[in-house]
């Protein structure tokens, strides 16, 4: 059995329709074995496939090919999530970084939030006239 790319990444749940999926694939943001590919790709049991959401690169080896889009509860028997560690770090750094910024909504900073933020992130240096 065979199965393209762009049906079964919705066929696994990966994107919410098929039309989306094609569009990964067409924009380079599917890799099967670190190769872009495009959506009419076949996909073999065993195949690594890459998906770039930004900034994470997913992986997933495929375990077996569904006939057609599946209940979420039945998903791990055709697919295993091997996104390497260094990756899954960089969701976890997003979401502090998310929690650290400005609520959202809240606009532009103001000249005195400006004036701080610039304070904070500047690199501050001893001179060596300010040792004496």
Not at 22 to 36: F, M, N, P, R
Not at 48 to 58: A, C, E, G, R, T
Not at 81 to 99: F, M, R, S
Not at 101 to 122: H, I, Q, V
Request: hydrophobic share 40%.
């Amino acid at each position: 059995m065979e199965i393209r790319i762009d049906k079964w990444l919705w066929a696994v749940r990966l994107f919410k329709t098929r039309s989306l999926a094609s569009e990964a694939c067409k924009k380079g943001k599917i890799l099967v074995q670190d190769v872009q590919v495009k959506p009419s790709r076949v996909v073999k049991v065993g195949d690594i496939i890459q998906v770039k959401k930004n900034p994470v690169l997913y992986s997933f080896k495929v375990l077996d090919l569904p006939k057609s889009r599946m209940n979420a509860k039945l998903v791990p028997e055709f697919m295993e999530n091997v996104t390497t560690p260094d990756q899954l770090e960089l969701i976890e750094l997003g979401k502090i970084a998310a929690k650290t910024g400005r609520a959202r909504g809240t606009g532009r900073p103001t000249k005195k939030e400006r004036r701080d933020l610039e304070e904070f992130f500047e690199p501050f240096f001893l001179d060596e006239d300010d040792e004496e």
